[in-house]
DNA sequence: GACACGTGGGC
DNA sequence: TGCCCAAGTGT
């Protein structure tokens, strides 16, 4: 136990916040904490959580959920990938564990969905194993403490070899918490309240007053945009939505028929070819309903939307991995993009191609 | 190691 | 408004 570590700990201890996971002693319950906190913030997480544990109350009940359920309650929250692996790390707990979430650390990697960071936090959270978190919070505070010359991704192993020192062997996942909690609090990313901080006396930055150059920017991407349009395609007072391959953008969730605009092809043009090749049938398109823009991490999208006819041909499932015919107010009960909601909201009860 | 993978909030 | 940021993992 050092200096250090006891500084971390009486603050964590006095300041500790609330949440619904904290001091809770189901590891399969910290365990899904730690998978929604990933690249998300703690007020987005609790509605998902009280959600999920009321619904999925143990590994055993995740592991007999279908993927549509588990989508369903992840719905909004982004990431699916995470929400499929979790479903199916519990299938190997349930198959390979008799139900049990590992405590052998080397074990637990093995899961789908677990990597680095996972496992520290689980196992140390929840089995006391002194395996030191490294996320993006204890980055940022490290490269300060250190004033490390790089981007924090490139300084791995100094900061692994900091945390090792320091986490001890009697309460290693306060520590961890105790990092995250402080760096998120304290060590803000944009402005610090040194004044507030129980470590700045072991920080360089700060006695160096350069808390502002770390940590270390890398050189930023810029990001394309596409143009995208979608069709709400009726039958009769049924609407037609499409299923997205399992993997991959949005994977498993549900959405209407449609895709990227190609050069030199008008937003109608490109409903009608799309769903030629996605789902091999005609149709002709009808009425303009709205734009929604829409800006992920690493593009961004304007989508076109129309009222479509079904004319000809059954629909297979050739460029997505399932289809539906729907009535509007089924819709509510499907796993959607948040984008998609938008045009939703827009349907009229009944198709506007009935007289 | 670089990139794909969502969404909401702050300023 | 546009950009940055947030309890990472898989490929």
């Known amino acids: 136990m050092t200096d250090f570590s006891t500084a971390i700990l009486n ?53 007999e959920s279908s993927e549509d359920v588990v989508l369903k309650l992840w719905e909004g929250l982004g990431y699916y990938a995470r929400a499929r692996n979790f479903r199916l790390a519990c299938q190997m707990i349930t198959e390979n564990f008799d139900g049990i979430v590992p405590s052998d650390p080397i074990q637990f990697k093995q899961l789908k969905g677990v990597g680095d960071y996972i496992t520290a936090a689980v196992q140390s959270i929840a089995f006391g194993h002194p395996l030191p978190v490294i996320d993006g919070n204890v980055r940022r505070i490290t490269s300060r403490l250190l004033s490390l010359p790089h981007p924090p991704d490139q300084h791995n192993e100094e900061i692994m070899d900091f945390l090792t020192l320091h986490i001890g062997d009697t309460q290693p996942g306060d520590f ?25 006396c072991y920080c360089s930055a700060f006695s160096d007053q350069t808390i502002h150059r770390y940590p270390v920017k890398k050189e930023k991407k810029i990001r394309p945009h596409f143009r995208v349009a979608v069709g709400v395609i009726w039958k009769d007072s049924h609407i037609l939505v499409s299923k997205r391959k399992s993997n991959g ?75 539906m015919w729907i009535k509007r107010d089924e819709l509510v009960s499907l796993a959607f993009p948040k984008a998609n909601h938008k045009i939703f909201d827009k349907i009229p009860e009944v198709s506007p191609f009935e007289n």
């Open 249 to 323: 953008l949005l994977g498993g969730l549900w959405e209407f028929p449609g895709g990227k605009i190609q050069n030199g092809e008008s937003s109608p043009e490109c409903i009608q070819r799309e769903t030629l090749e996605e789902l091999g049938i005609h149709v002709t398109v009808g009425d303009f309903i709205k734009t929604i823009q829409h800006a992920y991490t690493h593009f961004s999208i304007s989508m076109d939307s129309y009222h479509c006819r079904f004319q000809t041909g059954e629909p297979k499932s050739i460029g997505c991995s399932d289809w």
């Open 176 to 200: 961890n918490q105790g990092m995250m909690d402080l760096a998120r609090d304290v060590c803000k990313p944009k402005v610090p309240l040194c004044t507030q901080c129980p470590v700045s």
């Open 11 to 63: 603050w964590y201890n006095h300041e500790k916040t609330s949440m619904p996971w904290r001091d809770e002693p189901d590891p399969y319950r910290i365990w899904l904490s730690e998978v929604m906190l990933q690249q998300t913030q703690i007020q987005t997480v609790i509605p998902y959580y009280l959600k999920w544990i009321k619904t999925l109350p143990t590994v055993k009940d995740t592991a």
